[in-house]
Structure formats: C-alpha cells, structure tokens
Nanobody
Framework: QVQLVESGGGLVQAGDSLRLSCAAS????????IGWFRQAPGKEREFVAG????????ADAASVKGRATISKDNAKNTVYLQMNSLKPEDTAIYFC???????????????WGQGTQVTVSS
C-alpha cells in the first residue's frame, strides 16, 4: 500500500515563495513517478508538475513555467515542489499523486494524497 502526505502549504503574499513536500510510504515511491496537481474552488483539478522515478526527468505546466521546480529526495522518500513569485491565481489545494509521467509530459495519476492548502493574498 502507498500513502502520500502533503505539507508546506500556508498563507503567503504575492511574490513570496513556498516549498511543498510530498512524503511517501510504501514500495511505490521508488518505482512510481510523482506529480503535483492543484484545484481551486469551482475549478477542475489541473496538472502542475511531474517527476519520474529516478528524478532525471521533469515536466511542468505553462501556468507555472519559470516559477515552479519539482525535485525528489529518494533517501527521504519525499518529492518537493518549490514555487516562487506566487500569484493570487496560484491559490488552490495542492495534491501530490503517484502514477506515470509519460515521455510527452502527460501525467497519469493512480494514488492521491489528501492535499495541502496554498493561499496567496494580493
């Protein structure tokens, strides 16, 4: 079984930075890819960034390009999402997921965490 627990969210001002963490337990962390998604009130859940099992390949969405960096620490079983220059439109619940990052940059989720709230004030 796999468990994914997000942390690091909070209330920040526009222009600030946050680093979100996704701590994983179970055998899937070393064999599965990890993706970050977000969902704002009244909006569909959207892909933010993904990283493959080894950490060598990453992908990100156009909405966060240049502002988001995804990374992985296998020793800690943790995937990070560093977000800089935060905007009010980044406000959402951020979820991490285990699944598959395709070679075309499309992420296919299988297991979800519970989410962490990010609120960016103007």
């Amino acid at each position: 079984q796999v468990q994914l627990v997000e942390s690091g969210g909070g209330l920040v001002q526009a222009g600030d930075s946050l680093r979100l963490s996704c701590a994983a337990s179970g055998r899937t962390f070393s064999s599965d890819d990890i993706g970050w998604f977000r969902q704002a009130p009244g909006k569909e859940r959207e892909f933010v960034a993904g990283i493959n099992w080894s950490g060598a390949t990453t992908a990100d969405a156009a909405s966060v390009k240049g502002r988001a960096t995804i990374s992985k620490d296998n020793a800690k079983n943790t995937v990070y999402l560093q977000m800089n220059s935060l905007k009010p439109e980044d406000t959402a619940i951020y979820f991490c997921a285990a699944g598959t990052l395709g070679y075309n940059g499309v992420f296919y989720p299988t297991y979800w965490g519970q989410g962490t709230q990010v609120t960016v004030s103007s």
